[in-house]
């Protein structure tokens, strides 16, 4: 590792000064290794921080692909009419429940541009025995919170409908202990709501195995419920009555769960360069961190070496592993134990004429019980307007985690074979479509197994001071999880900065 001394004048070292006190010192520097949303992210919080108190602090954001946004990618297709297809690769949309990524659009100056699902259809189909079937109307997550719609569906048998009700009598666990979410809903609800609703709905938002995903991590406010109410159903129907309605998004006059942007998810990330004033360089890789005269060196991809006080690593855990082994092998053997899984979508469009079926909500999710080689579709242009021009309709498939990892290694070919095939036997769609988008995430889910904040707890105490590593592998994978770790991390470590600096003179 060819590293200079980090005290040597050079482009990235510059021996800028601080004056105003008995003595100069060099500006500091936070190094951000990532530029994906929470890289970013972070940046833009550093950045009012420093606006707000004149603070003298650099910030660069070292990203190694010659694109920022990380899983966060929007395509445009023109060519179809006036408007163009707009098509997700990563994440569609954010959930304004969790309310730090609607935040930081408004801040954006994006209040405008938000786009919010069409809730005058929101149902969601369970595929059942092969055969689409709809969420009975008042489920809230995976808790019925109305009888009758609940009672008449067909998606439980009457022995699983009875178990469920049975939950009102189960006694609440209060011992603070993690369990998988098979486990919570099994003893809760019943094994029958843990097939057709739980794990399709729930370990789907985390590409995760049910039978070893952490309750604790990915779902703490079932136990909350439980803790609170002694039973989930109290706790949902005490919700629905105390529930406040979330800043408006532009979906006609209603009030949406998950909102988007006009031009596609891309436009948060569009937004946060515009605004940031950080030095920003693509096509530059991190190769190693090493620690010497109290600052940190990094070795960058073109041979040069850069400075910094303070690191925040938002790479995959397994690439923060390899950064911080030499400083910290407790810690990078513990960042090494959170597994990954690869994911994948398939996205094609048709002309309206040629699909039958109505589309009448947003989506069909899969049980893994169903054995289809799929995980769900989502309905994309019935979803959310502006996705597809006047006279077409979008459709995207998953495929891949941990249901069908083999998947992944398909051609483009068998993919769009085997997802024209399926679209056929579940919805009857057997027209070419006039377009198809395949997009390949390898080892890019991270999986919250049980006791996942205990293991991330035990990371960062082992993480030397001026290292911190956050992103969608420790506190939250989506959007508004990712937004509001960068804020928080960016916190800390602008406090620290500023300890530091004050405890030097």
């Not at 990380?70 to 006036?82: A, L, P, V, W």
């Not at 309605?245 to 946060?272: C, D, I, K």
């Not at 919250?448 to 035990?458: F, K, W």
Request: aromatic residues 6%; proline residues 7%; contains cysteine.
């Amino acid at each position: 590792m060819n590293i200079r001394a980090v005290d040597q004048a050079t482009p990235d070292n510059p021996p800028t000064t601080v004056t105003g006190t008995s003595q100069e010192r060099p500006r500091l520097r936070v190094a951000i290794i990532g530029g994906g949303i929470t890289g970013l992210s972070a940046a833009w919080y550093l950045q009012k921080q420093i606006a707000e108190t004149s603070f003298p602090l650099d910030v660069v954001v070292l990203e190694q692909s010659e694109r920022w946004g990380g899983k966060i990618r929007t395509e445009h297709i023109n060519g179809f009419g006036d408007d163009p297809f707009v098509i997700e690769a990563g994440p569609d949309s954010f959930l304004t429940q969790k309310p730090w990524a609607l935040q930081l659009a408004y801040e954006l100056g994006l209040g405008e541009r938000l786009l919010g699902t069409n809730d005058y259809r929101p149902k969601t189909f369970v595929l059942n025995n092969g055969k689409p079937t709809p969420l009975p109307e008042g489920v809230m997550l995976i808790v019925p919170t109305r009888i009758m719609p609940f009672a008449l569906s067909p998606l439980l048998s009457l022995a699983g409908k009875l178990r469920m009700g049975m939950e009102l009598l189960i006694p609440p666990r209060r011992d603070g202990e993690d369990e998988t979410i098979a486990n919570f809903i099994t003893r809760r609800l019943g094994a029958e709501a843990l097939d057709k609703i739980a794990e399709p709905l729930m370990s789907g938002i985390h590409n995760a195995e049910a039978e070893r995903q952490s309750l604790l991590a990915t779902f703490p406010r079932f136990r909350e419920l439980e803790e609170k109410y002694g039973s989930l159903i109290r706790g949902m129907l005490a919700a629905r009555r105390a529930s406040a309605s979330p800043p408006p998004a532009r979906s006609g006059s209603s009030v949406s769960m998950f909102v988007s942007l006009q031009a596609g998810t891309h436009e948060l990330v569009e937004a946060l360069l515009k605004k940031i004033s950080a030095d920003l360089r693509l096509n530059t890789s991190v190769e190693g961190i090493i620690q010497e005269d109290g600052r940190y060196a990094l070795a960058l991809s073109d041979g040069s070496s850069l400075a910094a006080d303070q690191v925040i690593i938002t790479s995959p855990a397994y690439v923060a592993a390899s950064l911080v082994r030499p400083l910290a092998p407790v810690a990078a053997d513990r960042l090494s134990g959170i597994r990954y899984v690869s994911t994948g979508t398939l996205s094609l469009a048709f002309r309206t004429e040629d699909v039958s079926h109505p589309l009448d909500g947003f989506g069909l999710v899969i049980p893994r019980s169903e054995s289809r080689p799929i995980n769900a579709i989502t309905w994309t242009s019935s979803k959310f307007n502006q996705r597809a021009p006047a006279g077409y309709v979008l459709l995207r498939i998953f495929f891949g985690g941990s249901r069908h990892p083999e998947m992944m290694d398909k051609e483009d070919s068998e993919i769009l074979a085997l997802g024209r095939s399926e679209l056929f036997a579940l919805m009857g769609i057997h027209a070419e479509p006039v377009l198809h988008r395949i997009y390949r995430w390898r080892n890019a889910n991270p999986q919250y197994d049980v006791d996942h904040l205990q293991r991330v707890n035990a990371i960062e105490a082992a993480l030397p001071m001026g290292i911190t590593v956050t992103g969608s592998a420790y506190r939250g994978i989506g959007i508004p999880d990712c937004v509001h770790q960068a804020q928080e991390t960016a916190q800390r470590v602008f406090a620290a900065a500023k300890n530091s600096a004050t405890e030097s003179f």
